[in-house]
Protein backbone atom coordinates (compact mmCIF):
# COMPACT_ATOMS: atom_id res chain seq x y z
CA UNK A 1 0.00 0.00 0.00
CA UNK A 2 1.34 3.16 -1.14
CA UNK A 3 2.17 6.01 1.71
CA UNK A 4 0.36 9.09 1.67
CA UNK A 5 3.06 12.77 1.53
CA UNK A 6 2.46 14.51 4.93
CA UNK A 7 2.55 18.00 2.95
CA UNK A 8 -0.59 19.00 1.03
CA UNK A 9 -0.73 19.84 -2.34
CA UNK A 10 -1.41 23.67 -2.51
CA UNK A 11 -4.50 25.11 -4.03
CA UNK A 12 -4.56 27.24 -7.01
CA UNK A 13 -5.49 29.96 -5.03
CA UNK A 14 -2.25 29.37 -2.68
CA UNK A 15 -0.10 29.39 -5.19
CA UNK A 16 -0.96 32.36 -7.15
CA UNK A 17 -0.29 34.28 -4.11
CA UNK A 18 2.53 36.72 -3.37
CA UNK A 19 4.16 34.76 -0.65
CA UNK A 20 4.16 31.65 -2.93
CA UNK A 21 6.01 33.48 -5.63
CA UNK A 22 8.77 35.04 -3.05
CA UNK A 23 9.35 31.51 -1.97
CA UNK A 24 9.41 29.94 -5.47
CA UNK A 25 11.78 33.12 -6.41
CA UNK A 26 13.54 32.97 -2.72
CA UNK A 27 14.68 29.62 -4.23
CA UNK A 28 16.83 30.91 -7.21
CA UNK A 29 17.86 34.29 -5.63
CA UNK A 30 18.53 34.20 -1.98
CA UNK A 31 20.90 36.81 -1.84
CA UNK A 32 18.39 39.12 -3.62
CA UNK A 33 15.40 38.23 -1.86
CA UNK A 34 17.18 38.10 1.48
CA UNK A 35 20.04 38.85 1.86
CA UNK A 36 20.04 42.10 0.44
CA UNK A 37 17.29 43.74 2.07
CA UNK A 38 18.55 42.28 5.49
CA UNK A 39 21.72 44.26 4.88
CA UNK A 40 19.99 47.25 3.81
CA UNK A 41 17.96 47.10 7.36
CA UNK A 42 21.20 47.04 9.25
CA UNK A 43 22.71 49.89 7.33
CA UNK A 44 19.61 52.10 7.01
CA UNK A 45 19.30 51.19 11.13
CA UNK A 46 22.90 52.64 11.61
CA UNK A 47 22.26 56.18 9.69
CA UNK A 48 19.03 56.45 11.36
CA UNK A 49 19.88 55.25 15.33
CA UNK A 50 23.21 57.88 14.47
CA UNK A 51 20.98 61.05 15.99
CA UNK A 52 19.88 59.05 19.27
CA UNK A 53 23.57 58.24 20.05
CA UNK A 54 24.61 61.94 19.55
CA UNK A 55 22.22 63.42 22.06
CA UNK A 56 23.36 60.82 23.98
CA UNK A 57 26.68 62.09 24.08
CA UNK A 58 25.46 65.37 23.84
CA UNK A 59 23.74 64.92 27.02
CA UNK A 60 26.79 63.39 28.60
CA UNK A 61 28.63 66.64 27.64
CA UNK A 62 26.61 69.44 29.05
CA UNK A 63 26.71 67.44 32.25
CA UNK A 64 30.10 66.54 32.24
CA UNK A 65 32.13 69.87 30.75
CA UNK A 66 35.48 71.94 31.81
CA UNK A 67 35.55 74.53 33.52
CA UNK A 68 36.42 78.49 32.77
CA UNK A 69 39.11 80.40 34.43
CA UNK A 70 36.43 82.18 36.22
CA UNK A 71 34.65 79.57 37.41
CA UNK A 72 38.12 77.78 38.85
CA UNK A 73 38.80 81.14 40.57
CA UNK A 74 35.09 81.22 41.28
CA UNK A 75 35.42 77.47 43.86
CA UNK A 76 36.42 78.10 47.48
CA UNK A 77 36.12 81.78 47.93
CA UNK A 78 33.83 80.94 51.39
CA UNK A 79 37.11 78.93 52.64
CA UNK A 80 39.27 80.71 54.93
CA UNK A 81 42.62 81.33 54.65
CA UNK A 82 45.48 79.20 55.28
CA UNK A 83 48.91 80.42 56.75
CA UNK A 84 51.64 77.84 57.76
CA UNK A 85 53.08 79.57 60.75
CA UNK A 86 49.34 80.21 62.24
CA UNK A 87 48.82 75.94 61.78
CA UNK A 88 52.07 75.82 63.31
CA UNK A 89 51.28 77.09 66.38
CA UNK A 90 47.72 76.10 66.67
CA UNK A 91 49.41 72.49 66.51
CA UNK A 92 52.35 73.19 68.94
CA UNK A 93 50.16 74.86 71.03
CA UNK A 94 48.14 71.28 72.11
CA UNK A 95 49.27 69.17 74.45
CA UNK A 96 49.74 65.89 73.21
CA UNK A 97 51.13 63.98 76.06
CA UNK A 98 47.50 63.89 78.28
CA UNK A 99 45.33 62.47 76.59
CA UNK A 100 43.63 59.10 77.47
CA UNK A 101 42.49 56.18 74.93
CA UNK A 102 38.46 55.85 74.45
CA UNK A 103 36.96 52.69 72.50
CA UNK A 104 34.40 53.36 69.83
CA UNK A 105 30.89 52.25 70.23
CA UNK A 106 30.21 48.82 68.39
CA UNK A 107 26.95 47.64 66.73
CA UNK A 108 25.45 45.23 68.21
CA UNK A 109 26.44 41.97 66.88
CA UNK A 110 29.49 42.69 65.87
CA UNK A 111 32.38 41.89 67.74
CA UNK A 112 34.37 43.96 69.73
CA UNK A 113 37.45 42.39 69.84
CA UNK A 114 37.41 41.66 73.87
CA UNK A 115 38.81 38.21 74.59
Avoid: C
Avoid at 36 to 63: C, N, Q, W
Amino acid sequence: MPTFQSRKFPSKYQQSTIAASYRRALVHHPFLLFGLPFIATMVAGSFFLTPATALRYEKHDRKVRQMTKDEELGIGKDRRKVDMNEEYYRLAAKDLDNWENKRVKRLKGEHDGIL
